[in-house]
């Protein structure tokens, strides 16, 4: 049980607090990632991949610790988990983003949606218009509600603190060095690969979950079969597809990156997303993440306490 209410309450501290402006953990270990890479940066796969391992071994076993050092101790379990959860979250912080780059578009002020955009993710806004940043903002929430919010959630609920920490540094890794620019497409492949596994049941239970949120899960389901295969991506495919059919809007199209570009397909049957859409995104959005939520705490409460009576007999948490 010490697993279920700390992955909620750590959920709730997301969803109230937010990250925090200053000593954020996942700075801290992108700001550690960034001098390692100093060091062993070459373009090379090995080299990606010991530095890989390195960093994302390195913080599972930290999480393995904590976890093995609370779990006879439910109180503790349950604040270090909510610790955990808490730090590895970012539903706030994306709903923040769609919040401000609403109001800029509803503001008309394209030159500062454009600046913000980067917050989202690394497309290039130099020419985009505002149905275009509109667009962007939707497709960088349905695939970081994945990334953010229910995979970690989902990995916090089947491994505990190790899940939750292995994910995230995983994944902040992934954002640092996981492009197809000339830098990093040998570096940065083994994050790149990891992420894509460690994402592969998350993205689709988001996209599940999506249909549920939405009460459209037949249309859900229809649009994410039909279209996903058209998206280069394994995991962002199932979930942009899943968030148009339950949006009822057409997603997708050929994003410029600043050193290359990439067809995204067509997802969907409705009308390109406005401006409008962007509030509703991040409602729906919301809503996935709740479903998550509950999703990992009845994981968490079935895999811990299924390790408890067959393992030794008694209950410790």
Request: glycine share 12%.
């Amino acid at each position: 049980m010490s697993r279920a209410i700390g992955l909620l309450i750590g959920f709730a501290a997301d969803r109230l607090v937010g990250d925090p402006h200053r000593f954020h953990p996942v700075a801290g270990f992108g700001q550690t990632a960034a001098r390692l890479e100093k060091h062993l940066y070459a373009d090379s796969r090995v080299n990606g991949t010991v530095h890989t391992a390195v960093l994302v071994g390195g913080t599972t076993v930290l999480g393995l610790a904590a976890e093995r050092l609370a779990r006879r101790h439910p109180i503790l379990h349950t604040a270090v988990t909510a610790a955990a959860t808490w730090t590895v979250l970012g539903a706030r912080s994306l709903d923040r983003e769609a919040e401000t780059m609403a109001a800029l578009l509803e503001e008309k002020d394209i030159p500062a949606a454009r600046d913000r955009l980067s917050h989202l993710c690394a497309r290039d806004a130099t020419d985009l218009e505002a149905d275009e940043l509109a667009r962007a903002t939707v497709e960088s929430l349905a695939e970081n509600t994945s990334d953010a919010c229910v995979a970690p959630l989902l990995w916090g609920g089947v491994l505990g603190v190790p899940g939750l920490l292995g994910y995230r540094a995983a994944n902040t890794l992934d954002a640092m060095v996981g492009y197809k620019s000339p830098k990093y497409l040998n570096f940065g492949w083994a994050s790149a690969r990891l992420d894509d596994v460690l994402n592969l049941l998350p993205a689709r239970v988001c996209a599940l979950l999506t249909g549920l949120a939405a009460g459209r899960v037949q249309e859900t389901t229809r649009v994410w079969r039909r279209d996903a295969p058209k998206h280069p991506s394994p995991n962002a495919g199932p979930v942009e597809a899943a968030f148009a059919g339950a949006l009822g809007l057409t997603l997708g199209g050929t994003n410029s990156y600043g050193t290359y570009a990439e067809d995204r397909g067509t997802l969907g049957d409705g009308p390109a997303p406005t401006v409008a859409d962007v509030r509703r995104t991040a409602a729906l959005a919301r809503r996935v993440g709740m479903a998550a939520a509950v999703l990992a705490a009845a994981i968490g409460r079935q895999v811990i306490g299924g390790q408890a009576i067959g393992g030794r007999g008694k209950r410790w948490s």
